[in-house]
């Protein structure tokens, strides 16, 4: 087992610094939720935005510091979204962008109320932390129970069963092809659980890699929430534009430069450049590849000349559906993580008591047949 020390301190040293990661992100989303709210409370009262930025002085040092830094990238005349790409590094780039293109349709105040009310449900709802908290322990503590396997017990055993019948080997060469096998896929898991620590220490946001997103949107219930988070921002962005009085063209400007999962942003384009080109809106949204209820509320729009109560209402329809759905996901984390790692719990118990049942076994056997 050439790899059986590295995963043995491997594992303690994941289980060592197992919290840190899940604390600092939530640090870094309690620190966007503060801000968010200060910045939202300023538009929705009317008051000066930089004023009320710098006379927060309750909210903790590293947060005042970030509205302190966001204040001074206003009063240098750059726009919300820039002076906290600047200055508000924890700000996802799906925020941003929605707070950028709001910006420039005249609806900022919406955006934020809706970001706030984002926040304010996510947090009572949301079980991601304390589930991704519990993978990582249950894998570490399964690394180093593996591995302690490897390094003490199995040779021991091994010993012991080379004086034994040619039977009994070979069940011991069956049970160390299941812990070569459990440590194969130790060995994964905590590769990929160290470029997840790396990639949440050292990097705050930046923009997605490609590959996950499609990863995302081909796994089952994944693909169902960021399809509804992407509609729904897209429809929101669509009605904020029509409502204001923007052209249909410029909306569909606002909605390409969201921050939304990779393949269905690519399917927007799709959608937009079959609208430039004169197709209309059902026609455009099956080369989008919109889902069936969209394409058909999308041509009874267009045909009855109610665009901006159409896309509002698929809006707030797909926010619905993308709340329903997260909460459904968030419930259900938990039960499934613990049935999945009680069989893999179970599957190491096994390969500890395995070995001396075998060997009772042969024993019982074998009796009365010794000189």
């Known amino acids: 087992m050439g790899f059986a020390w590295i995963i043995f301190f491997g594992g303690l040293f994941v289980f060592a610094f197992v919290a840190f990661p899940t ?58 979204a820039s002076s906290l790409e600047h200055a508000l590094p924890e700000l996802p780039p799906r925020e941003r962008s929605l707070i ?23 947090r009572p709802a949301d079980s991601v ?51 070569v096998l459990l440590m194969t ?43 509804d988070r992407g509609l729904a921002d897209v429809f929101r962005t669509l009605a904020n534009g029509l409502s204001a009085g923007r052209t249909l063209h410029s909306a569909m400007g606002d909605a390409c430069r969201l921050r939304i999962n990779a393949v269905q942003h690519r399917r927007i384009v799709r959608f937009a450049q079959a609208v430039d080109s004169g197709e209309s809106l059902a026609n455009a949204g099956r080369r989008g590849r919109f889902p069936g209820l969209a394409v058909g509320f999308l041509a009874t729009a ?3 000349q109610t665009l901006v109560e159409t896309t509002g209402f ?27 790692f009680g069989a893999l719990v179970c599957a190491v118990a096994l390969l500890l008591f395995r070995p001396m049942l075998l060997i009772l076994s042969s024993l019982d056997h074998n009796y009365g047949t010794f000189p």
């Open 23 to 80: 604390i600092l992100t939530g640090v870094r989303q309690r620190r966007v939720a503060l801000v968010l709210s200060r910045i939202e409370q300023a538009v929705r009262l009317n008051l000066p935005l930089v004023g009320m930025l710098r006379t927060s002085s309750f909210e903790g040092r590293i947060t005042v510091s970030r509205l302190t830094r966001i204040a001074q990238q206003l009063s240098l005349g750059n726009s919300l």
């Open 100 to 122: 950028a293109v709001a910006e420039e349709s005249g609806s900022l105040g919406n955006a934020l109320s809706r970001l706030v009310q984002e926040e304010q449900e996510r």
């Open 129 to 179: 932390a304390a589930v991704r908290t519990y993978i990582v322990v249950i894998a570490a503590s399964i690394a180093t129970v593996v591995s302690t396997l490897s390094i003490f017990v199995i040779p021991k055993y091994q010993a012991i069963y080379k004086d034994m019948t040619k039977h009994a080997y070979e069940n011991f060469d069956l049970l160390r092809d299941g812990v």
């Open 185 to 227: 896929l130790v060995q994964l898991s905590l590769i990929v659980l160290i470029i997840w620590f790396i990639r949440t220490v050292f990097f705050v946001h930046r923009r997605r890699w490609g590959w996950i997103d499609w990863l995302v949107w081909h796994m089952p219930l994944a693909h169902g929430l960021a399809r």
């Open 302 to 304: 267009q045909a009855s």
């Open 314 to 340: 698929l809006a707030s329809y797909y926010e619905g559906r993308f709340s329903r759905l997260r909460i459904l996901v968030s419930a259900a984390a938990v039960p499934a993580m613990t049935l999945v």
